[in-house]
């Protein structure tokens, strides 16, 4: 769930209306406030270049201080532009320059709005190591209640990403609390609407009664309408979406209808464009779940058409699994094949982009490290740095460990298994076969929903650790992301023997003690596997096993098959 700006969509005109001023005639600290107003107000390349310009001269200066506010702002230009390692790599020079400059209540800020853009990357311990430095620091800024509210909704955000949700929760009712003491209605506004958001998640993540639940919504729902009556409809479209999943799930489609239409409406006023795909789409999901199949197919397409002009892939993922969802409805199976084969697509792409972006968050921190440590050793030359930056080079090899390995279960991410399974067909004699084969945990969501999510982890781990122990050492063998798993058969294994070999594994898998995790626990797992043709990419031949697994999971799952 992302906060929207608190700058209403009049404000952001008025903001780039505003003529400039030339630097040489207002001071460092001017300049700085103007970058910040536009950066609040969604400019966020005119904040950007407008820091860019300030660096070197507040650099030259000196001028620790600004330094480490040009820093922080751009660190939150970049995250909110989605670049995540640029976000990174300011944030980490930016509480770096506050520590220096000695400021308390500029490093709490910094440090809890850093937390969020390494918690998104999935860096959890990292990102509790910042909030509880923040968490420190808060006794210096008193019982002054805006920057109490700012830190506590910024923790919420932290814990949400990282789904601790009842720490999530504990966070956001400070702030509500702490919302009672504070004057300025734009953020009281803007701090309710995320809050009651994120409360209503948290009661539904927690599998509350439905009386809970839906005093959550009530809640939400007036004040969706106060917000709208009070024309801050900028604010509206995340409590839209929150209360209409929730609706759905209790099988209020009627009352979830009206409300998404409310969030269309503020969205088109308050002109936020391609954000409205998420409302179209769960609209089109309330459509086809009551049955209106065309409708249903309009908002898909009207979804389509705002994706297509924001060029967000996640967002296009779901319009494909939408899409097949819709045609499954209608009993129009290939057409079903083909939209959910663009949902995978779509979805490994985006994992692999992901991946990416987590290996140069993880690269920019170390770059961050070194040139401080470069700057220490240039000014003191001391043997105590050069040890540190031993050490550097030690966290460094440990970095890239991280950046090739899957945390949960140990196995390798994605970037690995790409690498093992070059060298497995350079390793291949040239009339040995390579076959891939694909997995995924039956009802997974189910066992998170039944058992907790801390449940599902530890069948994660268990499901790697059976992999390991019952493939061969030269197989590769990663967790693709999810409750998804991939192996690649080193040695030439022959398609047939792989077949059963996996179809070992499954077994081993649904007798497996699970109870032992949870009384009543069943996992199972659906196989899927492909032989590589002559010329064939990996990508392609992962594609023709995930078709395979596709149909075991319709078959009615617990199965292997092969591709053709």
């Known amino acids: 769930m992302r906060t929207r700006s608190l700058a209403p969509k009049s404000a952001r005109k008025k903001a780039a209306s505003e003529p400039v001023v030339p630097l040489e005639q207002e001071t460092p600290a001017a300049t700085l406030e103007r970058a910040a107003t536009m950066v609040r107000s969604g400019q966020l390349e005119g904040g950007i270049a407008l820091c860019q310009q300030m660096w070197p001269i507040v650099s030259a200066a000196e001028d620790t201080l600004q330094m480490g506010v040009c820093q922080h702002l751009m660190s939150i230009a970049y995250q909110y532009a989605g670049k995540l390692k640029e976000s990174v790599t300011a944030g980490h020079l930016g509480i770096e320059l506050y520590t220096r400059a000695g400021d308390p209540i500029r490093l709490l800020r910094m440090l809890a709005a850093h937390a969020i853009t390494v918690a998104q990357l999935g860096q959890a311990a990292e990102a509790l190591e910042l909030l509880n430095r923040a968490i420190q620091l808060l006794p210096l800024v008193g019982d002054e209640p805006w920057h109490q509210c700012v830190f506590w909704t910024n923790a919420g955000a932290v814990h949400e990403a990282l789904g601790q949700m009842d720490q999530a929760l504990a966070a956001w009712g400070r702030c509500i609390e702490l919302n009672t003491r504070h004057s300025d209605e734009n953020l009281k506004a803007a701090s309710k609407a995320n809050l009651y958001s994120y409360r209503l998640v948290a009661v539904r993540k927690r599998h509350a009664d439905r009386t809970t639940i839906q005093a959550a919504y009530d809640e939400l729902r007036l004040l969706l309408d106060e917000l709208v009556a009070g024309e801050r409809h900028h604010l509206v479209l995340t409590g839209a979406v929150e209360a209409a999943d929730t609706m759905i799930g209790l099988g209020e489609l009627d009352e979830a209808r009206a409300v998404l239409k409310l969030g269309v409406r503020s969205a088109k006023i308050a002109g936020l464009g391609p954000s409205r795909a998420s409302l179209e789409l769960h609209l089109a999901r309330v459509e086809?779940?009551?049955?209106?199949?065309?409708?249903?197919?309009?908002?898909?397409?009207?979804?389509?058409?705002?994706?297509?002009?924001?060029?967000?892939?996640?967002?296009?993922?779901?319009?494909?699994?939408?899409?097949?969802?819709?045609?499954?409805?209608?009993?129009?199976?290939?057409?079903?094949?083909?939209?959910?084969?663009?949902?995978?697509?779509?979805?490994?792409?985006?994992?692999?982009?992901?991946?990416d972006t987590r290996a140069q968050a993880l690269a920019a921190r170390v770059d961050v490290e070194r040139n401080r440590v470069e700057a220490e050793l240039a000014r003191m030359r001391s043997a105590e740095l050069e040890r540190q930056v031993n050490h550097m080079a030690e966290e460094a090899g440990e970095l890239k460990r991280q950046a090739l390995e899957d945390p949960l279960t140990g196995l390798a991410n994605r970037r690995q298994f790409e690498q093992r399974v070059l060298q497995l067909q350079a390793e291949r004699g040239p009339e040995q076969p390579l076959v891939l084969m694909i997995g995924d945990i039956d009802h997974f969501k189910q066992i998170n929903d039944r058992f907790s999510h801390a449940s599902g982890d530890e069948v994660l781990r268990a499901?790697?650790?059976?992999?390991?122990?019952?493939?061969?050492?030269?197989?590769?063998i990663a967790r693709w992301g999810g409750e998804e798993f991939v192996v690649g058969f080193g040695g030439g294994l022959p398609l047939d023997q792989a077949l059963k070999v996996a179809d070992r594994l499954r077994a081993t898998i649904e007798r497996h003690p699970w109870a032992r995790?949870?009384?009543?626990?069943?996992?199972?797992?659906?196989?899927?596997?492909?032989?590589?043709?002559?010329?064939?990419?990996?990508?392609?031949?992962?594609?023709?096993?995930?078709?395979?697994?596709?149909?075991?999971?319709?078959?009615?799952?617990?199965?292997?098959?092969?591709?053709?």
Not at 540 to 564: F, I, M
Request: hydrophobic share 45%.
């Open 463 to 476: 499901i790697g650790r059976l992999l390991r122990d019952h493939l061969r050492p030269h197989d590769a």
């Open 517 to 564: 995790i949870a009384p009543d626990m069943v996992v199972t797992m659906s196989l899927g596997l492909a032989a590589m043709t002559e010329g064939e990419s990996v990508a392609d031949a992962l594609l023709r096993a995930d078709t395979a697994l596709y149909e075991c999971k319709k078959g009615g799952r617990n199965q292997v098959r092969a591709a053709l």
């Open 288 to 355: 086809r779940l009551s049955n209106q199949h065309r409708l249903a197919a309009a908002h898909v397409a009207e979804a389509l058409a705002l994706v297509n002009e924001s060029q967000d892939q996640e967002l296009m993922a779901r319009v494909h699994l939408e899409n097949s969802h819709l045609q499954e409805a209608q009993q129009h199976w290939r057409s079903a094949l083909d939209f959910f084969k663009r949902y995978a697509e779509t979805r490994e792409a985006l994992l692999a982009a992901q991946a």
